[in-house]
Protein backbone atom coordinates (compact mmCIF):
# COMPACT_ATOMS: atom_id res chain seq x y z
CA UNK A 1 0.00 0.00 0.00
CA UNK A 2 1.02 3.11 -1.02
CA UNK A 3 -0.53 5.99 1.05
CA UNK A 4 1.46 9.77 -0.29
CA UNK A 5 1.43 10.29 3.36
CA UNK A 6 4.82 11.50 3.56
CA UNK A 7 4.76 9.90 7.57
CA UNK A 8 3.54 6.88 6.58
CA UNK A 9 4.59 6.27 2.89
CA UNK A 10 3.94 2.58 2.79
CA UNK A 11 1.59 0.26 5.04
CA UNK A 12 0.15 -3.25 5.26
CA UNK A 13 -4.31 -2.67 5.68
CA UNK A 14 -6.38 0.08 5.91
CA UNK A 15 -9.94 -0.32 7.78
CA UNK A 16 -12.95 1.76 6.49
CA UNK A 17 -16.25 2.83 7.98
CA UNK A 18 -19.08 4.52 7.33
CA UNK A 19 -17.04 5.87 4.22
CA UNK A 20 -13.82 6.39 6.40
CA UNK A 21 -10.51 5.20 6.93
CA UNK A 22 -10.57 4.31 10.28
CA UNK A 23 -7.36 2.69 10.43
CA UNK A 24 -4.25 2.06 9.07
CA UNK A 25 -1.64 -0.03 10.12
CA UNK A 26 -0.42 -4.05 9.56
CA UNK A 27 -2.49 -6.84 8.12
CA UNK A 28 -1.84 -8.43 12.07
CA UNK A 29 -3.83 -5.25 13.85
CA UNK A 30 -6.00 -4.79 11.20
CA UNK A 31 -7.98 -8.09 11.92
CA UNK A 32 -9.64 -6.53 15.35
CA UNK A 33 -11.68 -4.10 12.51
CA UNK A 34 -13.09 -7.48 10.82
CA UNK A 35 -16.64 -8.10 12.49
CA UNK A 36 -19.00 -10.31 11.02
CA UNK A 37 -20.58 -7.99 8.42
CA UNK A 38 -17.39 -6.82 7.54
CA UNK A 39 -16.08 -6.81 3.52
CA UNK A 40 -12.56 -8.20 3.43
CA UNK A 41 -10.51 -7.17 0.03
CA UNK A 42 -7.09 -9.41 -0.56
CA UNK A 43 -4.84 -7.48 -2.27
CA UNK A 44 -2.81 -10.37 -2.88
CA UNK A 45 0.29 -8.71 -4.32
CA UNK A 46 -2.20 -5.63 -5.62
CA UNK A 47 -1.64 -2.17 -4.66
CA UNK A 48 -3.43 0.48 -2.71
CA UNK A 49 -3.21 3.92 -3.53
CA UNK A 50 -5.22 7.16 -2.86
CA UNK A 51 -7.92 8.06 -5.42
CA UNK A 52 -6.32 10.13 -8.40
CA UNK A 53 -6.99 13.48 -8.81
CA UNK A 54 -6.84 15.78 -11.96
CA UNK A 55 -6.11 19.37 -11.95
CA UNK A 56 -7.58 20.17 -15.32
CA UNK A 57 -9.57 17.95 -17.42
CA UNK A 58 -12.23 19.28 -19.79
CA UNK A 59 -15.10 16.20 -18.43
CA UNK A 60 -18.20 17.49 -20.18
CA UNK A 61 -16.38 17.96 -23.52
CA UNK A 62 -14.52 15.42 -23.49
CA UNK A 63 -17.58 13.11 -22.92
CA UNK A 64 -19.69 15.09 -25.49
CA UNK A 65 -16.89 14.27 -27.53
CA UNK A 66 -17.55 10.49 -28.03
CA UNK A 67 -21.27 11.66 -29.12
CA UNK A 68 -19.80 13.27 -31.93
CA UNK A 69 -17.52 12.78 -34.88
CA UNK A 70 -14.67 11.65 -32.40
CA UNK A 71 -10.96 11.63 -34.74
CA UNK A 72 -9.13 10.65 -31.08
CA UNK A 73 -8.44 6.92 -32.83
CA UNK A 74 -6.82 8.46 -36.13
CA UNK A 75 -3.28 9.67 -36.44
CA UNK A 76 -2.66 10.51 -40.21
CA UNK A 77 -4.81 12.07 -42.83
CA UNK A 78 -6.51 9.39 -44.34
CA UNK A 79 -7.43 7.82 -41.23
CA UNK A 80 -9.48 10.74 -40.28
CA UNK A 81 -11.25 11.23 -44.05
CA UNK A 82 -11.96 7.54 -43.19
CA UNK A 83 -13.51 8.27 -39.55
CA UNK A 84 -14.85 11.88 -40.54
CA UNK A 85 -16.86 10.07 -44.06
CA UNK A 86 -18.06 7.12 -41.87
CA UNK A 87 -20.00 9.56 -39.40
CA UNK A 88 -21.47 11.54 -41.87
CA UNK A 89 -22.81 8.79 -43.74
CA UNK A 90 -24.14 6.63 -40.13
CA UNK A 91 -25.72 10.21 -39.10
CA UNK A 92 -27.67 11.46 -42.31
CA UNK A 93 -30.03 13.69 -40.59
CA UNK A 94 -27.83 16.30 -38.97
CA UNK A 95 -27.10 19.62 -40.13
CA UNK A 96 -23.37 20.03 -39.18
CA UNK A 97 -21.09 17.28 -38.95
CA UNK A 98 -19.03 18.72 -35.67
CA UNK A 99 -16.22 16.97 -33.63
CA UNK A 100 -12.74 17.00 -32.58
CA UNK A 101 -9.71 15.08 -31.50
CA UNK A 102 -7.46 16.01 -34.28
CA UNK A 103 -3.69 16.47 -34.40
CA UNK A 104 -2.31 19.41 -36.41
CA UNK A 105 1.06 17.59 -36.37
CA UNK A 106 -0.24 14.88 -38.18
CA UNK A 107 -0.60 16.64 -41.21
CA UNK A 108 3.41 17.12 -41.71
CA UNK A 109 3.38 20.50 -41.85
CA UNK A 110 1.22 23.45 -42.89
CA UNK A 111 -2.66 23.12 -41.30
CA UNK A 112 -5.14 21.11 -43.29
CA UNK A 113 -7.48 22.74 -45.79
CA UNK A 114 -11.30 23.43 -46.33
CA UNK A 115 -10.29 21.70 -50.09
CA UNK A 116 -9.08 18.81 -48.07
CA UNK A 117 -12.32 18.96 -45.99
CA UNK A 118 -14.85 19.69 -49.24
CA UNK A 119 -13.18 16.35 -50.74
CA UNK A 120 -14.62 14.59 -47.72
CA UNK A 121 -18.04 16.32 -47.07
CA UNK A 122 -18.69 18.68 -49.04
CA UNK A 123 -22.96 18.68 -48.94
CA UNK A 124 -22.73 19.91 -44.60
CA UNK A 125 -20.61 22.37 -42.93
CA UNK A 126 -17.79 20.61 -40.78
CA UNK A 127 -16.51 22.06 -37.96
CA UNK A 128 -13.69 20.06 -35.95
CA UNK A 129 -11.60 21.23 -33.35
CA UNK A 130 -7.88 19.57 -32.55
CA UNK A 131 -7.25 17.66 -30.12
CA UNK A 132 -5.91 20.87 -27.84
CA UNK A 133 -8.79 22.74 -29.01
CA UNK A 134 -7.16 26.04 -29.69
CA UNK A 135 -7.75 25.22 -33.68
CA UNK A 136 -10.46 24.07 -35.45
CA UNK A 137 -10.74 22.67 -39.40
CA UNK A 138 -14.12 23.81 -41.38
CA UNK A 139 -14.78 23.09 -44.82
CA UNK A 140 -16.05 25.62 -47.49
CA UNK A 141 -19.71 25.47 -46.69
CA UNK A 142 -19.09 25.94 -42.91
CA UNK A 143 -16.93 29.32 -44.03
CA UNK A 144 -19.89 30.35 -45.86
CA UNK A 145 -22.47 29.76 -43.45
CA UNK A 146 -20.64 32.17 -40.99
CA UNK A 147 -19.69 34.41 -44.21
CA UNK A 148 -16.16 34.33 -43.37
CA UNK A 149 -14.52 35.90 -46.45
CA UNK A 150 -11.01 37.20 -47.54
CA UNK A 151 -12.16 39.91 -45.90
CA UNK A 152 -13.09 39.06 -42.38
CA UNK A 153 -10.51 40.49 -39.83
CA UNK A 154 -8.89 38.77 -37.64
CA UNK A 155 -10.90 39.12 -34.10
CA UNK A 156 -8.60 39.84 -31.24
CA UNK A 157 -7.11 36.65 -29.86
CA UNK A 158 -7.83 35.13 -33.11
CA UNK A 159 -6.07 34.37 -36.69
CA UNK A 160 -7.89 33.02 -39.93
CA UNK A 161 -5.02 31.08 -41.40
CA UNK A 162 -5.13 32.56 -44.88
CA UNK A 163 -4.03 31.36 -48.08
CA UNK A 164 -1.94 32.81 -50.65
CA UNK A 165 -5.01 34.54 -52.04
CA UNK A 166 -5.84 36.41 -48.83
CA UNK A 167 -9.03 33.85 -48.94
CA UNK A 168 -9.36 32.03 -45.56
CA UNK A 169 -7.70 28.39 -45.58
CA UNK A 170 -9.54 26.39 -43.61
CA UNK A 171 -8.58 26.35 -40.14
CA UNK A 172 -9.51 29.15 -37.00
CA UNK A 173 -6.88 29.84 -34.54
CA UNK A 174 -7.76 31.03 -31.05
CA UNK A 175 -11.04 32.95 -31.06
CA UNK A 176 -11.27 33.25 -34.69
CA UNK A 177 -13.17 29.71 -34.06
CA UNK A 178 -16.44 31.73 -32.54
CA UNK A 179 -17.12 32.82 -35.68
CA UNK A 180 -17.59 29.74 -37.05
CA UNK A 181 -18.42 28.19 -33.59
CA UNK A 182 -21.46 30.35 -33.06
CA UNK A 183 -23.07 28.89 -35.94
CA UNK A 184 -23.14 25.52 -34.55
CA UNK A 185 -26.29 23.30 -33.13
CA UNK A 186 -26.38 23.54 -29.23
CA UNK A 187 -26.00 20.33 -27.68
CA UNK A 188 -29.04 19.87 -25.31
CA UNK A 189 -29.02 19.54 -21.68
CA UNK A 190 -30.11 16.10 -21.92
CA UNK A 191 -26.93 15.42 -24.49
CA UNK A 192 -24.76 17.54 -21.87
CA UNK A 193 -25.89 14.98 -18.93
CA UNK A 194 -24.89 12.01 -20.49
CA UNK A 195 -21.75 13.31 -21.59
CA UNK A 196 -21.29 13.97 -18.09
CA UNK A 197 -21.80 10.44 -16.94
CA UNK A 198 -19.72 8.96 -19.96
CA UNK A 199 -16.85 10.95 -18.84
CA UNK A 200 -17.02 10.38 -15.12
CA UNK A 201 -17.28 6.45 -15.47
CA UNK A 202 -14.34 6.96 -18.51
CA UNK A 203 -12.42 8.89 -15.24
CA UNK A 204 -13.43 6.44 -12.71
CA UNK A 205 -12.06 3.64 -15.25
CA UNK A 206 -8.39 5.30 -14.72
CA UNK A 207 -8.46 5.75 -10.44
CA UNK A 208 -9.11 9.28 -10.92
CA UNK A 209 -12.01 10.49 -8.02
CA UNK A 210 -11.33 14.14 -7.97
CA UNK A 211 -10.89 16.60 -10.58
CA UNK A 212 -11.17 20.19 -11.55
CA UNK A 213 -13.70 20.92 -14.43
CA UNK A 214 -11.03 23.55 -15.86
CA UNK A 215 -13.89 25.78 -18.44
CA UNK A 216 -17.31 25.24 -16.76
CA UNK A 217 -19.05 27.31 -19.22
CA UNK A 218 -22.74 28.78 -18.64
CA UNK A 219 -24.33 26.33 -21.28
CA UNK A 220 -22.82 23.56 -18.13
CA UNK A 221 -23.98 25.01 -15.40
CA UNK A 222 -27.15 23.87 -15.24
CA UNK A 223 -26.56 20.09 -17.15
CA UNK A 224 -23.76 19.58 -14.42
CA UNK A 225 -26.41 20.90 -11.31
CA UNK A 226 -29.13 18.53 -12.88
CA UNK A 227 -26.44 15.28 -12.52
CA UNK A 228 -25.18 16.33 -8.94
CA UNK A 229 -28.67 17.17 -7.66
CA UNK A 230 -29.80 13.96 -8.31
CA UNK A 231 -26.55 12.27 -7.27
CA UNK A 232 -25.61 10.76 -10.14
CA UNK A 233 -22.10 12.63 -9.91
CA UNK A 234 -19.94 10.10 -8.26
CA UNK A 235 -16.62 12.17 -9.08
CA UNK A 236 -16.12 14.88 -6.63
CA UNK A 237 -15.86 17.74 -9.11
CA UNK A 238 -14.60 21.19 -8.71
CA UNK A 239 -15.87 23.62 -11.25
CA UNK A 240 -14.03 26.23 -12.71
CA UNK A 241 -16.08 29.08 -14.31
CA UNK A 242 -14.93 30.76 -17.20
CA UNK A 243 -13.56 34.39 -17.59
CA UNK A 244 -14.26 35.50 -20.96
CA UNK A 245 -12.07 37.79 -22.58
CA UNK A 246 -14.68 39.31 -24.79
CA UNK A 247 -16.71 40.51 -22.09
CA UNK A 248 -15.75 42.85 -19.21
CA UNK A 249 -16.00 42.93 -15.56
CA UNK A 250 -19.96 42.96 -15.99
CA UNK A 251 -19.24 38.91 -16.21
CA UNK A 252 -18.25 39.24 -12.55
CA UNK A 253 -22.18 38.90 -11.44
CA UNK A 254 -22.93 36.19 -13.40
CA UNK A 255 -20.19 34.25 -11.92
CA UNK A 256 -21.18 35.03 -8.12
CA UNK A 257 -24.88 33.64 -8.68
CA UNK A 258 -23.66 30.54 -10.94
CA UNK A 259 -20.64 29.93 -7.38
CA UNK A 260 -23.67 30.59 -4.79
CA UNK A 261 -25.90 27.98 -6.71
CA UNK A 262 -22.86 25.62 -7.63
CA UNK A 263 -22.63 23.78 -4.30
CA UNK A 264 -24.43 20.59 -5.31
CA UNK A 265 -23.66 17.01 -4.32
CA UNK A 266 -20.38 16.44 -4.86
CA UNK A 267 -19.53 20.00 -7.07
CA UNK A 268 -18.24 22.60 -5.71
CA UNK A 269 -17.18 26.22 -7.52
CA UNK A 270 -14.76 28.39 -6.40
CA UNK A 271 -12.64 28.65 -9.11
CA UNK A 272 -12.04 31.07 -12.19
CA UNK A 273 -10.54 30.50 -16.08
CA UNK A 274 -8.47 32.49 -17.63
CA UNK A 275 -6.58 31.82 -21.24
CA UNK A 276 -3.23 34.23 -21.33
CA UNK A 277 -2.40 32.48 -24.41
CA UNK A 278 -2.90 29.72 -27.07
CA UNK A 279 -0.53 26.98 -28.16
CA UNK A 280 3.22 26.69 -29.42
CA UNK A 281 2.13 24.81 -32.26
CA UNK A 282 0.45 27.36 -33.59
CA UNK A 283 2.49 30.31 -32.35
CA UNK A 284 -0.05 31.83 -30.58
CA UNK A 285 1.43 30.86 -26.66
CA UNK A 286 2.91 33.92 -25.29
CA UNK A 287 7.03 34.19 -25.67
CA UNK A 288 9.40 36.41 -24.27
CA UNK A 289 11.18 36.34 -27.64
CA UNK A 290 9.53 35.83 -30.93
CA UNK A 291 9.34 32.87 -32.38
CA UNK A 292 11.56 32.19 -35.60
CA UNK A 293 10.65 31.23 -39.20
CA UNK A 294 11.17 27.94 -41.05
CA UNK A 295 14.95 29.13 -41.61
CA UNK A 296 15.45 30.18 -38.15
CA UNK A 297 15.59 33.84 -38.65
CA UNK A 298 12.95 36.27 -35.88
CA UNK A 299 10.06 37.26 -36.92
CA UNK A 300 7.82 39.58 -35.34
CA UNK A 301 5.48 37.32 -33.69
CA UNK A 302 5.88 36.34 -29.83
CA UNK A 303 2.63 35.09 -29.71
CA UNK A 304 -1.14 36.06 -28.21
CA UNK A 305 -1.79 37.78 -24.56
CA UNK A 306 -5.55 37.51 -24.63
CA UNK A 307 -5.58 39.46 -21.80
CA UNK A 308 -2.94 42.68 -22.19
CA UNK A 309 -1.42 42.76 -18.61
CA UNK A 310 -2.89 45.98 -17.24
CA UNK A 311 -6.45 44.26 -17.93
CA UNK A 312 -4.86 40.72 -16.14
CA UNK A 313 -3.88 42.32 -13.35
CA UNK A 314 -7.48 44.17 -12.96
CA UNK A 315 -9.31 41.14 -13.56
CA UNK A 316 -7.75 38.47 -11.35
CA UNK A 317 -7.30 41.12 -8.60
CA UNK A 318 -10.96 41.26 -9.13
CA UNK A 319 -11.54 37.57 -8.99
CA UNK A 320 -8.98 37.40 -6.12
CA UNK A 321 -10.88 40.40 -3.64
CA UNK A 322 -14.61 37.89 -4.16
CA UNK A 323 -12.65 34.87 -3.21
CA UNK A 324 -12.22 33.01 -5.94
CA UNK A 325 -9.79 30.79 -7.07
CA UNK A 326 -7.20 31.98 -10.14
CA UNK A 327 -6.88 29.09 -12.21
CA UNK A 328 -4.63 30.14 -15.48
CA UNK A 329 -3.90 28.84 -18.82
CA UNK A 330 -0.11 30.27 -19.36
CA UNK A 331 2.04 28.09 -21.31
CA UNK A 332 4.52 30.73 -22.96
CA UNK A 333 6.78 31.94 -20.61
CA UNK A 334 5.81 35.64 -21.18
CA UNK A 335 2.18 34.28 -20.25
CA UNK A 336 3.28 32.57 -16.96
CA UNK A 337 5.31 35.59 -15.99
CA UNK A 338 2.37 37.89 -16.63
CA UNK A 339 -0.10 35.42 -14.78
CA UNK A 340 2.45 35.71 -12.29
CA UNK A 341 3.12 39.56 -12.10
CA UNK A 342 -1.38 39.71 -12.07
CA UNK A 343 -1.19 36.95 -8.91
CA UNK A 344 1.28 39.52 -7.15
CA UNK A 345 -0.38 42.40 -7.76
CA UNK A 346 -3.68 41.02 -6.26
CA UNK A 347 -1.65 39.77 -3.67
CA UNK A 348 -0.68 43.17 -2.99
CA UNK A 349 -4.29 44.54 -3.08
CA UNK A 350 -6.10 42.01 -1.11
CA UNK A 351 -3.36 40.35 1.05
CA UNK A 352 -2.45 37.44 1.15
CA UNK A 353 -4.83 34.25 1.57
CA UNK A 354 -5.34 30.32 1.36
CA UNK A 355 -6.10 30.91 -2.47
CA UNK A 356 -4.28 28.11 -3.61
CA UNK A 357 -3.94 29.63 -6.87
CA UNK A 358 -2.47 27.76 -9.84
CA UNK A 359 -0.88 28.09 -13.57
CA UNK A 360 -1.76 25.37 -16.01
CA UNK A 361 0.81 23.50 -18.88
CA UNK A 362 3.98 25.60 -18.22
CA UNK A 363 5.48 24.74 -21.06
CA UNK A 364 7.79 27.63 -20.45
CA UNK A 365 9.19 29.18 -17.88
CA UNK A 366 11.97 31.63 -17.50
CA UNK A 367 14.14 30.48 -14.68
CA UNK A 368 14.02 33.69 -12.80
CA UNK A 369 10.34 33.31 -12.68
CA UNK A 370 10.69 29.75 -10.77
CA UNK A 371 11.04 31.12 -7.34
CA UNK A 372 7.98 33.25 -7.84
CA UNK A 373 5.29 30.10 -7.39
CA UNK A 374 6.61 29.24 -4.37
CA UNK A 375 7.21 33.13 -2.82
CA UNK A 376 3.62 33.83 -4.15
CA UNK A 377 1.59 30.49 -3.38
CA UNK A 378 0.72 29.53 -6.72
CA UNK A 379 0.72 25.83 -7.39
CA UNK A 380 2.54 24.63 -10.95
CA UNK A 381 -0.60 22.54 -12.56
CA UNK A 382 1.44 20.36 -15.22
CA UNK A 383 0.98 18.17 -17.63
CA UNK A 384 3.12 15.32 -18.34
CA UNK A 385 1.85 14.09 -20.91
CA UNK A 386 3.63 16.69 -23.07
CA UNK A 387 6.88 16.41 -21.60
CA UNK A 388 7.97 14.52 -24.49
CA UNK A 389 9.92 14.47 -28.11
CA UNK A 390 6.83 13.93 -29.89
CA UNK A 391 6.08 16.00 -33.18
CA UNK A 392 4.05 19.08 -31.49
CA UNK A 393 7.55 19.53 -29.75
CA UNK A 394 10.31 18.21 -32.90
CA UNK A 395 8.27 19.27 -35.77
CA UNK A 396 6.35 22.35 -34.61
CA UNK A 397 7.71 23.52 -31.44
CA UNK A 398 11.60 23.22 -31.33
CA UNK A 399 12.35 24.56 -34.78
CA UNK A 400 10.55 27.66 -34.03
CA UNK A 401 11.78 28.90 -30.96
CA UNK A 402 15.45 30.37 -29.38
CA UNK A 403 17.63 28.02 -27.22
CA UNK A 404 17.04 29.53 -23.93
CA UNK A 405 13.25 28.79 -24.17
CA UNK A 406 14.04 25.28 -25.25
CA UNK A 407 15.94 24.71 -22.74
CA UNK A 408 13.51 25.03 -20.29
CA UNK A 409 10.45 23.16 -21.44
CA UNK A 410 7.76 21.80 -19.48
CA UNK A 411 10.70 22.39 -16.24
CA UNK A 412 9.06 20.09 -13.31
CA UNK A 413 12.00 19.42 -11.34
CA UNK A 414 13.33 22.89 -11.48
CA UNK A 415 9.96 24.14 -10.20
CA UNK A 416 10.38 21.36 -7.60
CA UNK A 417 13.58 22.38 -6.47
CA UNK A 418 12.66 26.03 -6.82
CA UNK A 419 9.80 25.26 -3.94
CA UNK A 420 6.84 25.27 -5.92
CA UNK A 421 3.62 22.35 -5.10
CA UNK A 422 2.99 20.33 -8.35
CA UNK A 423 -0.23 19.30 -9.28
CA UNK A 424 -0.68 17.04 -12.21
CA UNK A 425 -3.82 18.14 -14.72
CA UNK A 426 -3.91 15.97 -17.59
CA UNK A 427 -5.98 18.68 -19.99
CA UNK A 428 -8.45 15.33 -21.19
CA UNK A 429 -9.69 15.02 -23.62
CA UNK A 430 -6.48 16.82 -25.29
CA UNK A 431 -4.37 14.08 -23.67
CA UNK A 432 -5.02 10.63 -22.25
CA UNK A 433 -6.76 11.05 -18.22
CA UNK A 434 -4.56 7.63 -17.75
CA UNK A 435 -2.61 9.10 -14.36
CA UNK A 436 -0.58 6.33 -14.23
CA UNK A 437 1.24 6.93 -17.53
CA UNK A 438 1.34 10.76 -16.65
CA UNK A 439 3.27 9.44 -13.29
CA UNK A 440 5.00 7.12 -16.29
CA UNK A 441 6.20 10.20 -18.43
CA UNK A 442 6.71 12.79 -15.48
CA UNK A 443 9.82 10.11 -14.13
CA UNK A 444 10.78 9.18 -17.66
CA UNK A 445 10.13 11.85 -20.19
CA UNK A 446 9.59 10.06 -22.49
CA UNK A 447 6.66 7.66 -23.36
CA UNK A 448 7.16 4.48 -21.50
CA UNK A 449 6.81 2.15 -24.48
CA UNK A 450 9.60 3.63 -26.43
CA UNK A 451 12.32 2.67 -24.52
CA UNK A 452 14.98 3.77 -27.21
CA UNK A 453 13.68 7.18 -27.91
CA UNK A 454 15.74 10.57 -26.70
CA UNK A 455 14.16 12.07 -23.66
CA UNK A 456 12.86 15.39 -22.97
CA UNK A 457 15.39 17.33 -21.17
CA UNK A 458 16.10 14.57 -18.55
CA UNK A 459 17.40 16.82 -16.00
CA UNK A 460 13.67 17.84 -15.39
CA UNK A 461 12.67 14.24 -14.27
CA UNK A 462 10.31 13.76 -11.29
CA UNK A 463 11.20 10.44 -8.85
CA UNK A 464 8.52 8.38 -9.13
CA UNK A 465 7.84 8.96 -5.27
CA UNK A 466 7.19 12.91 -6.51
CA UNK A 467 5.19 12.16 -9.57
CA UNK A 468 2.57 9.61 -7.62
CA UNK A 469 2.35 12.44 -4.34
CA UNK A 470 1.60 15.58 -7.51
CA UNK A 471 -1.18 13.31 -8.88
CA UNK A 472 -2.35 12.50 -5.64
CA UNK A 473 -2.09 14.63 -2.89
CA UNK A 474 -0.51 17.81 -4.61
CA UNK A 475 -3.87 17.90 -6.70
CA UNK A 476 -5.69 17.35 -3.92
CA UNK A 477 -4.26 20.43 -2.57
CA UNK A 478 -4.81 22.37 -5.46
CA UNK A 479 -8.72 20.80 -5.06
CA UNK A 480 -9.16 22.52 -1.72
CA UNK A 481 -9.79 18.62 -1.00
CA UNK A 482 -6.13 17.59 0.69
CA UNK A 483 -7.97 17.66 4.35
CA UNK A 484 -10.46 15.08 3.42
CA UNK A 485 -8.69 13.39 0.22
CA UNK A 486 -5.53 13.02 -1.52
CA UNK A 487 -3.80 10.05 1.10
CA UNK A 488 -4.43 7.48 2.78
CA UNK A 489 -4.79 8.83 6.39
CA UNK A 490 -6.74 7.95 9.25
CA UNK A 491 -9.83 10.16 9.23
CA UNK A 492 -9.94 11.10 5.49
CA UNK A 493 -12.80 9.72 3.33
CA UNK A 494 -12.10 6.30 2.00
CA UNK A 495 -10.98 7.70 -1.72
CA UNK A 496 -9.47 4.57 -2.68
CA UNK A 497 -7.95 2.91 -6.13
CA UNK A 498 -6.51 -0.65 -6.29
CA UNK A 499 -3.92 -1.41 -9.55
CA UNK A 500 -3.94 -4.62 -10.35
CA UNK A 501 0.01 -5.38 -9.37
CA UNK A 502 2.53 -4.85 -6.62
CA UNK A 503 4.29 -1.20 -7.76
CA UNK A 504 6.47 -1.16 -3.94
CA UNK A 505 10.30 -0.69 -5.75
CA UNK A 506 8.57 -0.40 -9.59
CA UNK A 507 10.13 1.11 -11.91
CA UNK A 508 7.95 4.15 -14.28
CA UNK A 509 7.52 1.60 -17.60
CA UNK A 510 6.25 -0.97 -14.80
CA UNK A 511 3.82 1.80 -13.56
CA UNK A 512 2.56 2.84 -16.68
CA UNK A 513 1.81 -1.16 -17.65
CA UNK A 514 -0.44 -1.14 -14.55
CA UNK A 515 -4.30 -1.27 -14.57
CA UNK A 516 -7.03 -0.21 -12.02
CA UNK A 517 -9.09 -3.02 -10.56
CA UNK A 518 -11.39 -0.71 -8.46
CA UNK A 519 -11.98 2.34 -7.61
CA UNK A 520 -14.10 3.54 -4.15
CA UNK A 521 -15.50 6.79 -3.39
CA UNK A 522 -15.88 6.77 0.30
CA UNK A 523 -15.95 3.10 0.08
CA UNK A 524 -18.29 2.59 -2.45
CA UNK A 525 -17.30 0.91 -5.69
CA UNK A 526 -17.77 3.46 -8.37
CA UNK A 527 -15.69 1.30 -11.08
CA UNK A 528 -14.98 -2.58 -10.98
CA UNK A 529 -12.64 -3.93 -13.81
CA UNK A 530 -14.29 -6.77 -15.96
CA UNK A 531 -12.21 -9.17 -14.44
CA UNK A 532 -13.70 -8.67 -11.37
CA UNK A 533 -12.82 -6.88 -8.14
CA UNK A 534 -10.40 -8.62 -5.62
CA UNK A 535 -11.85 -10.98 -3.65
Not at 250 to 259: A, I, T
Amino acid sequence: MLTSDRARPRDEAVAVRAGRIAFVGSAEDAREWVGPHTEVIELSGRTLLPGFQDAHVHLASSGLGGLQCDLRAAAAPAAYGELIRAYAASHPDEEWIVGDGWGSDDFGGPMPTRQQLDAIVADRPVYLETRDAHTAWVNSLALERAGVTASTRDPEGGLIDRDDAGAPSGTLQESARRLVRAHLPEPSAADWQEAIRRAQAELHSYGVTACQEANLTPDLFEPYRAVAGRGELTIRLEGNLAWDSALETEQLEGLLDRRARGTVGRMRIRGAKLFQDGVAENFTAAMLEPYRDAAGAHTANAGLSMFAPERLARDVTLLDAHGFQVHVHALGDRAVREALDALEAAARANGRRDARHHLAHLQFVHPEDLPRFAALGVVANVTPLWAVLDGYVTDLTLPFVGERAAATMYPFASLARAGARLAVGSDWSVSSPDPLLQVAVAALRRMPDEPGAEPLLPAERLDVAAALEAATLGSAYVNHLDAETGSITVGKLADLVVLDRDLAGAGPAEIAEARVVLTLVEGETVYASPEGRPA
